[in-house]
Nanobody, 121 residues
């Protein structure tokens, strides 16, 4: 059983920052996704984990603003979100057991419950 628990969501004004964490046992190939009301779930950032080779992938809409990383000492996946915009408002999900670097939700088998991020303009 895969247990993924997201934390760090909240409300922030446009231009602000938030740091999301996903507590999990170490899994290969993890990513962050989001789903806004009335929209399909979309990939935000993904990366190989546990020493797998490869680089991180980012959606065009977040490049230069979001950074995905792995805190190996705490076995957590981190999404640092800077320069937040109102269009970043969504429920953010951590995913694992997927195709390394993929931003397609269908490529992942395990999902967390999500954490709400609200950005006010």
């Amino acid at each position: 059983q895969v247990d993924l628990v997201e934390s760090g969501g909240g409300s922030v004004q446009a231009g602000g920052s938030l740091r999301l964490s996903c507590a999990a046992s170490t899994y290969y190939c993890m990513g962050w996704f989001r789903q806004a009301p009335g929209k399909e779930r979309e990939g935000v950032a993904a990366m190989p984990t546990r020493g797998r080779s490869g680089s991180a992938s980012y959606a065009d809409s977040v490049k230069g603003r979001f950074t995905i990383s792995q805190d190996k000492s705490e076995n957590t996946l981190v999404l640092q979100m800077n320069s937040l915009k109102s269009e970043d408002t969504a429920i953010y999900y951590c995913a694992a057991v997927g195709v390394c670097g993929s931003l397609r939700p269908g490529d992942y088998k395990a999902w967390g419950q999500g954490t709400q991020v609200t950005v006010s303009s």
